[in-house]
């Protein structure tokens, strides 16, 4: 069974950066394309950003060249490292996997962007 586990979100002013991990248990980590959603308060869940199998990336448009996605398969992580924060970037974001017709998201983690 696969689990994900999100962590890295906290507090950042303004301009500042996080990084993001999206830790996978089970096995096949590497045949799994990964993305990384968000959703902040009153809205709905938007895709953020994703990398295939191959390390393929792609991004949403308002976080190109501010977002950065990577993936580790010795470590079975994917990360998402967020630079020139703003407020609009502030959400719970989630990492999801995905293969065929498998689904896997993970529990989500805050990101809060505020002087």
């Known amino acids: 069974q696969v689990q994900l586990v999100e962590s890295g979100g906290g507090l950042v002013q303004p301009g500042g950066s996080l990084r993001l991990s999206c830790t996978f248990s089970?096995?096949?980590?590497?045949?799994?394309?990964m993305n990384w959603y968000r959703q902040a308060p009153g809205k709905q869940r938007e895709w953020v950003a994703g990398?295939?199998?191959?390390?393929?990336?792609s991004y949403l448009d308002s976080v190109m060249g501010r977002f950065t996605i990577s993936r580790d398969n010795v470590e079975r992580t994917v990360y998402l490292q967020m630079n020139s924060l703003t407020p609009e970037d502030a959400a719970v974001y989630y990492c999801?996997?995905?293969?065929?017709?498998?689904?896997?998201w993970g529990q989500g983690t805050q990101v809060t962007v505020s002087s």
């Open positions: 999801k996997a995905t293969r065929d017709t498998y689904e896997y």
């Open positions: 990398i295939t199998t191959g390390s393929t990336t």
């Open positions: 089970g096995n096949f980590f590497d045949i799994f394309n």
